[in-house]
């Protein structure tokens, strides 16, 4: 979808990565010191030049969480944000969803999944993953 002047509405967050089929997270690895930094440094940064991109594997383990109760007089529920570690060695700050009367558990395995909106906009959320995926 395309704006009035041919511009794209929802330009790709330089955290999203589609260049291998199913769209994944996206970081950068510094090329000296092989640290990983989420999300992508963009190529537009000073930085850029100094690291290469790396796509994140689809699952990681939570390494902390905490649980957010929204004001009553929203008619929010309440949502789990926590920071998840990847292979890569990463910890990535996102959203948990949890089906309903689950609790976050330290150490449990968790999938990054993309979330597009019929709108445009894409987030990532994590998701409880079968222990039993590789």
């Given at each position: 979808m395309e704006g009035p002047n041919g511009e794209n509405p929802h330009p790709e967050p330089s955290w999203l990565d589609r260049s291998n089929g199913a769209p994944r997270l996206a970081a950068s690895r510094h090329r000296e010191t092989g640290r990983c930094v989420f999300p992508r440094v963009p190529a537009a940064s000073p930085a850029a030049p100094r690291y290469e991109?790396?796509?994140?594997?689809s699952y990681a383990r939570?390494?902390?969480h905490t649980v957010i109760h929204p004001n009553p007089k929203t008619g929010q529920a309440p949502f789990a944000l926590v920071y998840a570690d990847f292979p890569e060695e990463v910890r990535v700050f996102g959203r948990l969803d949890l089906p309903e009367g689950v609790r976050p558990s330290i150490g449990a395995r968790l999938e990054a999944v993309i979330d597009e909106s019929a709108d445009g906009n894409a987030r990532y959320v994590f998701v409880p993953a079968e222990e039993a995926v590789p």
């Open positions: 991109p790396v796509t994140l594997s939570l390494y902390s």
